[in-house]
Protein backbone atom coordinates (compact mmCIF):
# COMPACT_ATOMS: atom_id res chain seq x y z
CA UNK A 1 0.00 0.00 0.00
CA UNK A 2 2.85 2.54 0.74
CA UNK A 3 4.32 1.70 -2.58
CA UNK A 4 0.94 2.76 -4.54
CA UNK A 5 0.45 5.41 -2.12
CA UNK A 6 4.23 7.08 -3.46
CA UNK A 7 2.82 6.42 -7.15
CA UNK A 8 0.02 8.12 -6.26
CA UNK A 9 1.78 11.15 -5.45
CA UNK A 10 4.60 11.31 -7.97
CA UNK A 11 7.70 12.68 -7.45
CA UNK A 12 6.45 14.95 -4.48
CA UNK A 13 5.90 11.81 -2.47
CA UNK A 14 9.59 11.13 -2.34
CA UNK A 15 10.13 14.77 -0.61
CA UNK A 16 10.55 15.32 2.87
CA UNK A 17 7.95 18.29 3.09
CA UNK A 18 5.27 15.23 2.42
CA UNK A 19 4.90 12.57 4.81
CA UNK A 20 4.31 9.66 2.05
CA UNK A 21 7.72 8.73 2.45
CA UNK A 22 7.88 8.38 5.98
CA UNK A 23 5.25 5.49 5.48
CA UNK A 24 7.14 3.90 2.87
CA UNK A 25 10.05 3.94 4.69
CA UNK A 26 8.18 1.97 7.68
CA UNK A 27 6.28 -0.38 5.65
CA UNK A 28 10.13 -1.81 3.76
CA UNK A 29 11.58 -1.61 7.42
CA UNK A 30 8.87 -3.65 9.28
CA UNK A 31 9.03 -5.85 5.96
CA UNK A 32 12.88 -6.34 6.35
CA UNK A 33 12.40 -7.00 10.91
CA UNK A 34 8.91 -9.03 10.47
CA UNK A 35 8.55 -10.39 7.23
CA UNK A 36 6.31 -10.16 4.76
CA UNK A 37 2.44 -10.11 5.35
CA UNK A 38 1.80 -13.68 4.21
CA UNK A 39 4.31 -14.97 6.33
CA UNK A 40 2.55 -13.47 9.41
CA UNK A 41 -0.84 -14.78 7.99
CA UNK A 42 0.05 -18.19 7.68
CA UNK A 43 1.82 -17.94 11.68
CA UNK A 44 -1.15 -17.01 12.69
CA UNK A 45 -3.05 -19.59 10.94
CA UNK A 46 -0.77 -22.35 12.44
CA UNK A 47 -1.08 -21.00 16.09
CA UNK A 48 -4.86 -21.01 15.80
CA UNK A 49 -5.15 -24.15 14.44
CA UNK A 50 -2.89 -25.63 16.87
CA UNK A 51 -4.98 -23.63 19.25
CA UNK A 52 -8.24 -24.88 18.29
CA UNK A 53 -6.49 -28.67 18.12
CA UNK A 54 -5.84 -27.99 22.12
CA UNK A 55 -2.48 -27.65 22.04
CA UNK A 56 0.30 -25.07 21.59
CA UNK A 57 2.92 -25.31 19.29
CA UNK A 58 5.35 -22.73 17.62
Same mark, same amino acid.
Given at each position: ???????????????????? +???????????????????? +??????????????????
Amino acid at each position: MAIENMQIQGGVGYTWEYDA +HLYYRRAQSSEILLGRASDQ +HDRIARLLSATAAGGMSR
